[in-house]
């Protein structure tokens, strides 16, 4: 093997695994927040499901990050093991669209795209044609990669050990499943270990026979993207990497008993090897999802006896606002309180959890932070929405006042969620660049965390109990936070001047600092409206 074979495929390799970055990036680009509005308005139908994931999987190009996003919103609580399960199965089917792309001869068109893609990203001013153009380009790199695989290919065609190895793979295609998941779970994409597939059957190196046992490897291998990022994961995470593995397997089990059948039906799709390659990626995963759709049910348990423990799912939205009793203000108004309080407890379990992910490095508990700071904007604008409307019905003097007390709760309770998002992103920018707090400002933080945590905790608590006594506790404590993060700052600075500190890490400590006296400030805010919310209650 040369060194222009190895140069030529890792090379191709590199600008098809470009290509589908482009094309992702710009996909997704155009379709704006689409991929979270596809995510939530799934049901427990697992057919809406499927769907979903197919849709997801086409924008993002990669079954491998719809699994990840899956598993993100998993431990986030926003998705239930059973709506999980049915996006990877969507997924599976999403995937093998860019196997289709592929399988055409479109390589006269491939720099043309490159060119005009190029001259429209560079030259128009509105943002879509923009992504457009990144659309176009991505398309170009995609044939270019595959064409540049393609003719590094070409001298293993008199290679006597290639061929051996071919032949074997032919008579026993347990070794073609068995490498081309190896393969796939080494480059981490199906979609360019069927690109490669693709590529050596354009060469004439594998027939139909010997390519449909790598096609069904590949299916195998994708799953170990998955299996690495559930590691540290919640219970459901886990289990929804496990059982997309345990449904790909029981895939390619079935497929293999019917092994000759499905490579004869697989002849018949098409007049090319390319072509009948990518017909039989789609007809495995298509056909597959709907013989094991109903078997779900059974998945689950198997899934839940392995990996034991409770599920915990958030729902994105409000739970207890119901616009039937918007006639009747006082019921309606109790109905916001739940929400409120639902809002609270979100926001102070994020709290608790991101000094965690500070001073841990946990990148898992960031990502589970600004999903949840999501919620916390969807519940918040659901409120807002839903007062306005009851905003609009004859209401007493009293119900007015409770009213204004609530929306400005809910506004509190949103901007607590963005102060802990910020927050989140400093402890990103801290794993990234590598910046080490001392010791003295991680015993700092927790300080200054737990009395921001232990306000916040009592203005919810007091909304939840109404509790006037409590909201006053926190009303009385605001000063001292203020005087904690003024001393804290101050000393750090001064640590500073003497460069005992990293300047770096300690702008983000600064910040950080900022961010909690903001969210104490909001928790004594929000305990102001708890007490004229209750005392209005009492007159």
Same mark, same amino acid.
């Given at each position: 093997?040369?060194?222009?074979?190895?140069?030529?495929?890792?090379?191709?390799?590199?600008?098809?695994?470009?290509?589908?970055?482009?094309?992702?990036?710009?996909?997704?680009?155009?379709?704006?927040?689409?991929?979270?509005?596809?995510?939530?308005?799934?049901?427990?139908?697992?057919?809406?499901?499927?769907?979903?994931?197919?849709?997801?999987?086409?924008?993002?190009?990669?079954?491998?990050?719809?699994?990840?996003?899956?598993?993100?919103?998993?431990?986030?609580?926003?998705?239930?093991?059973?709506?999980?399960?049915?996006?990877?199965?969507?997924?599976?089917?999403?995937?093998?669209?860019?196997?289709?792309?592929?399988?055409?001869?479109?390589?006269?068109?491939?720099?043309?795209?490159?060119?005009?893609?190029?001259?429209?990203?560079?030259?128009?001013?509105?943002?879509?044609?923009?992504?457009?153009?990144?659309?176009?380009?991505?398309?170009?790199?995609?044939?270019?990669?595959?064409?540049?695989?393609?003719?590094?290919?070409?001298?293993?065609?008199?290679?006597?050990?290639?061929?051996?190895?071919?032949?074997?793979?032919?008579?026993?295609?347990?070794?073609?499943?068995?490498?081309?998941?190896?393969?796939?779970?080494?480059?981490?994409?199906?979609?360019?270990?069927?690109?490669?597939?693709?590529?050596?059957?354009?060469?004439?190196?594998?027939?139909?026979?010997?390519?449909?046992?790598?096609?069904?490897?590949?299916?195998?291998?994708?799953?170990?993207?998955?299996?690495?990022?559930?590691?540290?994961?919640?219970?459901?995470?886990?289990?929804?990497?496990?059982?997309?593995? =345990?449904?790909? @397997?029981?895939?390619? &089990?079935?497929? %293999? !008993?019917?092994?000759?059948?499905?490579?004869? /039906? +697989?002849?018949?799709?098409?007049?090319?090897?390319?072509?009948?390659?990518?017909?039989?990626?789609?007809?495995?995963?298509?056909?597959?999802?709907?013989?094991?759709?109903?078997?779900?049910?059974?998945?689950?348990?198997?899934?839940?006896?392995?990996?034991?423990?409770?599920?915990?799912?958030?729902?994105?939205?409000?739970?207890?606002?119901?616009?039937?009793?918007?006639?009747?203000?006082?019921?309606?108004?109790?109905?916001?309180?739940?929400?409120?309080?639902?809002?609270?407890?979100?926001?102070?379990?994020?709290?608790?959890?991101?000094?965690?992910?500070?001073?841990?490095?946990?990148?898992?508990?960031?990502?589970?932070?600004?999903?949840?700071?999501?919620? =916390?904007?969807? @519940?918040?604008?659901? &409120?807002?929405? %839903? !007062?306005?409307?009851?905003?609009?019905?004859? /209401? +007493?003097?009293?119900?007015?006042?409770?009213?204004?007390?609530?929306?400005?709760?809910?506004?509190?309770?949103?901007?607590?969620?963005?102060?802990?998002?910020?927050?989140?992103?400093?402890?990103?920018?801290?794993?990234?660049?590598?910046?080490?707090?001392?010791?003295?400002?991680?015993?700092?933080?927790?300080?200054?965390?737990?009395?921001?945590?232990?306000?916040?905790?009592?203005?919810?608590?007091?909304?939840?109990?109404?509790?006037?006594?409590?909201?006053?506790?926190?009303?009385?404590?605001?000063?001292?936070?203020?005087?904690?993060?003024?001393?804290?700052?101050?000393?750090?600075?001064?640590?500073?001047?003497?460069?005992?500190?990293?300047?770096?890490?300690?702008?983000?400590?600064?910040?950080?600092?900022?961010?909690?006296?903001?969210?104490?400030?909001?928790?004594?805010?929000?305990?102001?409206?708890?007490?004229?919310?209750?005392?209005?209650?009492?007159?």
């Amino acid at each position: 093997m040369n060194l222009s074979l190895i140069f030529g495929l890792i090379g191709g390799l590199g600008l098809f695994l470009f290509g589908m970055q482009q094309l992702s990036e710009g996909l997704q680009k155009i379709a704006g927040n689409k991929i979270h509005q596809v995510l939530e308005v799934l049901s427990k139908n697992p057919i809406k499901g499927i769907v979903s994931g197919t849709v997801i999987t086409a924008i993002l190009q990669s079954s491998s990050a719809t699994s990840i996003i899956t598993i993100g919103f998993v431990n986030a609580g926003l998705l239930s093991l059973k709506q999980a399960i049915s996006i990877i199965f969507g997924a599976n089917i999403g995937t093998t669209i860019t196997a289709q792309i592929i399988s055409f001869n479109l390589n006269e068109y491939m720099l043309p795209a490159i060119g005009i893609g190029f001259a429209i990203n560079m030259f128009a001013k509105k943002k879509v044609y923009q992504y457009i153009g990144s659309v176009m380009i991505g398309f170009g790199l995609l044939f270019l990669g595959l064409s540049t695989m393609s003719h590094a290919l070409y001298p293993l065609r008199d290679d006597p050990f290639f061929i051996n190895l071919l032949v074997n793979m032919a008579d026993n295609p347990l070794l073609g499943i068995f490498l081309a998941a190896v393969i796939t779970a080494v480059l981490q994409s199906s979609s360019a270990a069927t690109a490669i597939i693709i590529s050596l059957s354009i060469q004439g190196l594998i027939g139909l026979g010997a390519a449909i046992p790598l096609i069904l490897g590949t299916n195998i291998g994708t799953c170990f993207t998955a299996l690495l990022a559930v590691i540290g994961s919640s219970i459901t995470g886990k289990r929804v990497a496990l059982g997309h593995l =345990l449904f790909n @397997i029981s895939g390619v &089990i079935i497929f %293999y !008993l019917f092994l000759n059948p499905f490579i004869t /039906l +697989s002849s018949m799709t098409a007049a090319t090897i390319p072509r009948q390659i990518a017909n039989a990626h789609t007809l495995f995963n298509v056909t597959n999802t709907f013989i094991l759709l109903p078997f779900i049910p059974y998945l689950l348990k198997i899934l839940t006896r392995v990996l034991p423990g409770e599920e915990k799912v958030i729902k994105k939205g409000t739970l207890y606002l119901d616009k039937s009793l918007v006639n009747t203000p006082s019921i309606a108004l109790g109905q916001v309180t739940k929400e409120l309080i639902r809002m609270g407890n979100i926001s102070l379990e994020m709290l608790k959890n991101i000094l965690f992910a500070l001073l841990n490095n946990n990148e898992r508990i960031i990502k589970d932070t600004n999903i949840k700071e999501d919620v =916390l904007d969807t @519940i918040h604008r659901e &409120i807002t929405s %839903y !007062l306005i409307i009851v905003s609009q019905k004859p /209401l +007493s003097p009293k119900e007015s006042e409770s009213l204004n007390n609530l929306m400005n709760i809910s506004a509190h309770l949103e901007r607590v969620g963005d102060h802990i998002e910020n927050i989140a992103d400093m402890a990103q920018i801290k794993i990234n660049e590598k910046l080490p707090f001392s010791q003295k400002a991680e015993k700092d933080l927790k300080y200054i965390f737990s009395k921001v945590e232990k306000s916040l905790g009592y203005s919810i608590k007091a909304l939840h109990d109404h509790n006037i006594e409590m909201a006053t506790v926190v009303t009385k404590r605001e000063d001292d936070i203020d005087r904690v993060e003024e001393s804290l700052r101050n000393e750090h600075i001064d640590r500073l001047k003497k460069q005992i500190c990293n300047p770096e890490a300690g702008i983000i400590y600064i910040d950080i600092l900022s961010n909690l006296e903001r969210i104490g400030d909001h928790a004594y805010d929000i305990s102001l409206m708890v007490i004229g919310e209750l005392s209005n209650s009492r007159e």
